[in-house]
């Protein structure tokens, strides 16, 4: 364990004592959120990020040591465990290296290699490659018998010619040397470094196709492995997956054919071996080729594509992740009555208004678009609506009709104006609209949970619901729909789901602990991801609340069935009570460090609520004077540093993007527009944003700022409104490319087209390679030997 623990401290620049601790601590049930906000003196200030690659480190490495004892009994079990050996198994630092120093031991069905050992042509081989000046063809005449006959009158393996023992001796020499973990090794990462994806169009499919044409930034395409970036080697493979491309890995200089290639001579060198002209030497040449074209070529590949596929899955991971922490700590509208609108053409669209709490007040459908065209009497429905419960904030879904329904708003809020100037009453025209993703609304409209939260509302109407609550509180209504239908990511069916569930699972955990919760507002989904609460101990709060009414103090958290002492140590300090008897409990101070602040209130001689927001009275505390043994300096800052601005939310404050009423399609688009959108996604290769128009627009990473940007996500982040200008429109391929580089030029129609984010099939297009043999001058002279002779 000690060995793990320093490992860890090593890879995240750690010392080993923070990582000792940080991982007595998971052990003993305590989470991320908790340990990285209230137990900074164990692990001496890690954060939620360094403990959250501690928690996977540490899950990786408890694996490999269980496999790697379970490698050690088998290996022993078959009598062939040796202090080598041994040594190798302890130093192997991932899976990998573990099974391929496995491999040679590995129960496996007969092979060819196999066969010809136990024929007893084993010695021969050994012979013929420790001296290459023996006469193959002689050597073997003494190694002929007989053909077997199985027991069944089959026949069996036939070594009664000098060819037939010959080939027996290939395939034990490349068998055996296929095993060979350094060389697999070797060979594995000089051609990570060195050899290319290629990938070509089927040929049986038509380019014409739509979904074959999604692809076509692949039909002719070929990069670097080790350097290919996510969304490209994910565009690959999913073409793959649908035949639509043929995907292999090439080595950097491909043989002529019937020569020998780079990798025989990688094989040769690793031997120690070269084609001097000895008799033995056109057999041993066989051998190597064998061992490449048959042995190792494929599993290569395989490795390999394995490889770049996890590589390129952590990736899109982390922009999933990443977008989707931006998306739940977007802005909130806060207690505002919204009206929220889920465009439709022939069902209608959908009308819900939520109150400044998001209860359900009122629901309607109406009808101006098509067949029935109503724009008035939509009018005139959602005008009572606004003007019953006071709504200020309209919500529009951003599907179908949703450009056509935010002109039905605008048409709504000049409506409202001329009303409140009709009234003198000014604080009516004070109405705005948004545009909001509406992804997972209907995944939501359809839950078990909706039904029960609003049981006799019909589902297309519990959208509506949903898309204005989003509004008051992203991270409040989102956390009641499954991370992986709000659609913040790309290829997000083509990763691990499993992975992507658990990234995703940490990262909502994390948003809402850094939020926090109020305690007697909050729903059950939004309680299950606090830190300690399980789904059942949420309901159970929930059903002590619905019983007893709104809690007073923290303390009777402990009256909830279920929930014991460990429980509340781990959840009590990301609840909030508003109005509660303790104004502590509206604060991220957590109970266990009340003392603390009793102390402090003893030596200010303040009550607790006129020190809170006294920033100018706390500054002047020196945090050393009220630390102890359990309660440090650091636990003492952050006291103060939350009694001064008690409750804060972390969010950034609430922003409304205006849309250009005169584009509301694609074809609307003009060269050279300078427009405001909203940042709906995010990958490291650029930005994509909503214009309202249906199709988003990409800001490639090279038009983001004038500077170098390795990452689209240093410059801007998913919710964010910016300013672009539309530089190129492909209407029949619904691509927008866009600048945030606002004096840029529009793209030359006779020049190159940009890097581009593919729609449905999602690639990047990558300039053609054309590669250099990337020979040393030891392997050049391998090389050469190999094919000096016996051609």
Known sequence: MQKIIGQIAAEIRVSAQQVQAAVELLDSGATVPFIARYRKEATQGLDDIQLREVEARLSYLRELQDRRVAVLKAIDEQGKLTDVLRAAIAAAATKQELEDIYLPFKQKRRTKGQIAREAGIEPLADKLFADPTLVPATE????????????????????????????????????????????????????????????????????????????????????????????????????????????KLVLPVEPEPGQPSIAEGKIALHLGWSHAGRAADDLIR???????????????ERDLFARLREEAEKVAIKVFADNLRDLLLAAPAGP???????????????????????????????????????????????????????????????GTASRETDKLAADLIKLMAKAAESHADKARAAIEKIVVSEAGASVYSASEYASQEMPDVDVSLRGAASIARRLQDPLA??????????????????????????????????????????????????????????????????????????????????EVAG??????????????????????????????????VEQIIAKTGKPVAELMGRADMLKTLQPALFANEKFGV??????LAELEKPGRDPRPDFKVARFNDSVQDIKDLKEGMVLEGTVSNVAQFGAFIDLGVHQDGLVHVSQLAHKFVSDAREVVKTGDIVKVKVLEVDVPRKRISLTMKLDAAPARRDGPRDNRFEGAGRSQQAPRRTPEAPVASSMAAAFAKLQTKGR
């Open 140 to 247: 073997a005449q003494a190694f002929l018998r007989p053909p077997e006959v199985l027991d069944d009158g089959k026949p069996g393996p036939d070594f009664s010619t000098v060819a037939a023992v010959l080939d027996g001796v290939r395939d034990i020499l490349a068998e055996r040397w296929a095993e060979d973990a350094a060389l697999v090794q070797s060979l594995r990462e000089w051609l990570w470094a060195e050899g290319l994806l290629r990938s070509k169009k089927v040929e049986s499919k038509n380019e014409a196709d739509p979904e074959v044409a999604k692809f076509r930034d692949y039909f002719d395409y070929d990069e670097p492995i080790g350097r290919v970036p996510s969304h490209r080697a994910l565009a690959v493979f999913r073409g793959r997956a649908l035949e639509m491309l043929d995907a």
């Open 286 to 300: 066989k051998c190597v080729a064998w061992t490449w074209r048959v042995k190792l070529s494929l599993s290569t």
């Open 336 to 398: 505002r009555v919204v009206m929220g609108l889920d465009p439709g053409i022939r069902t209608g669209v959908k009308v819900a208004v939520v109150d400044a709490t998001g209860k359900l007040v009122d629901t309607a459908t109406v009808y101006p678009h098509e067949p029935r065209k109503d724009w008035d009497g939509a009018l005139h429905t959602l005008a009572k609506l606004c003007d019953k419960h006071g709504v200020n904030l309209i919500a529009i879904g951003n």
């Open 477 to 558: 209504e989102l956390v009641k729909i499954d991370p992986k239908s709000i659609g913040v990511g790309q290829y997000q069916h083509d990763v691990n789901q499993s992975e992507l569930a658990r990234t995703l699972g940490t990262v909502v955990e994390d948003c809402v602990n850094s939020v926090g919760v109020d305690l007697n507002t909050a729903s059950v989904p939004l309680l299950s991801r606090v830190s300690g609460l399980s789904g059942s101990v949420a309901k159970a709060v929930v059903r002590w609340r619905e019983a007893n009414g709104a809690f007073k103090t923290r303390k009777q958290l402990l």
């Open 563 to 596: 929930l014991g002492a460990k429980t509340f140590e781990q959840s009590a300090g990301f609840l909030r009570i508003r109005g509660g008897d303790n104004p502590l409990d509206m604060t991220g101070v957590h109970p266990e460090t009340y003392p603390v």
């Open 634 to 639: 650091i636990t003492v800052q952050d006291i």
